[in-house]
């Protein structure tokens, strides 16, 4: 079974994470797999170079992400293109792990996907586990883990979909309101019904 583990900003998806590959479960990090299907010599980085020419390149080849970011914040066609070229590249990386995690033997393997329902990413997973938090300690949590005012954390917060209306849409919703160990047992407990439902069926 894959699992798409989401959340909002700063509502304790990488902690969730964390915890659960402690607990020998494989994750697969959206995040990390997007900066790597960028690194020179990929499809994908050749793609944007050919699109967007040297001046996305840094002097030692590596994409300037920054720069690109500069191109298409104001550029909605150049962002499409973007992503027409990243997305893919990205969605099939994670299958491929994902398989490979499955047919090694692993009955259950999550994938870390941040903005799984703003991309409507729902199809690449079996079930969505929402890591939830009320949005004013979510908006707490943000301001110190990256020192934000509450303005530049307010407008990161509001370019995401809003965490109540992610909760609708989510098969199940773990509340991370409380200490990370409350956290930590949920996931545990959340996986001692999902093993247990397994070998049922
Ligand atoms: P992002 O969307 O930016 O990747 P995230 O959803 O992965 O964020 P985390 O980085 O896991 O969120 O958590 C945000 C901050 O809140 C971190 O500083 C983390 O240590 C803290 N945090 C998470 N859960 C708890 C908790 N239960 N109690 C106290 N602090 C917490």
Redesign the pocket.
Known sequence: MIIGLT???????????LILSEQGIPVIDA?IIAKDAVMPGKDAYEKIVAFFGDEVLLSDKNLDRARLGEIIFNNSEKRQKLNEIVHPAVRSEMKKQAELYLSGGNPLVIMDI?LLFESKLNHMVDETWL?Y?HPDLQLR??M??DGYSEEQALSRIKSQMPIDEKKELADVVIE?N???A??KQKLLNILHDVTKTDSIN
């Open positions: 959340g909002g900003i700063a509502t304790g998806k990488s902690t969730a994470s995040d941040p890591i938090t949590r943000l110190e883990r991370n409380d200490t990370k409350e956290l």
